[in-house]
Nanobody, 114 residues
Framework: QVQLVESGGGLVQAGGSLRLSCAAS????????MGWYRQAPGKQRELVAS???????NYADSVKGRFTIARDNAKNTVYLQMNSLKPEDTAVYFC????????WGQGTQVTVSS
């Protein structure tokens, strides 16, 4: 069964850190670009960061220097380390796999209090 399972969201104060994890089925993870998106209430879903199978990363301007995406190909897992969190980072964060039509996780809530 193809699946993406996120974990690691929660409530944190501004300036704090969280690490999100996304465990994927091997069949979709291997060799494909993985990404983290987020969607805040009333806003469109936006790309936060992505990473190719070779480890090349891309970031939204709003998170550059604060967030780091990484992948462990042996564990079929992608991570998003989020530091210096701001209230505007509050959103549901979704894991995405660029395989075929694309696959999404169920989302994990990140709330940053001021």
């Amino acid at each position: 069964q193809v699946q993406l399972v996120e974990s690691g969201g929660g409530l944190v104060q501004a300036g704090g850190s969280l690490r999100l994890s996304c465990a994927a089925s091997r069949i979709i993870f291997s060799g494909n670009t993985m990404g983290w998106y987020r969607q805040a209430p009333g806003k469109q879903r936006e790309l936060v960061a992505s990473i190719t199978s070779g480890g090349s990363a891309n970031y939204a301007d709003s998170v550059k220097g604060r967030f780091t995406i990484a992948r462990d190909n042996a564990k079929n897992t992608v991570y998003l380390q989020m530091n210096s969190l701001k209230p505007e980072d509050t959103a549901v964060y979704f894991c995405h796999c660029q395989y075929g039509r694309g696959y999404w996780g169920q989302g994990t809530q990140v709330t940053v209090s001021s």
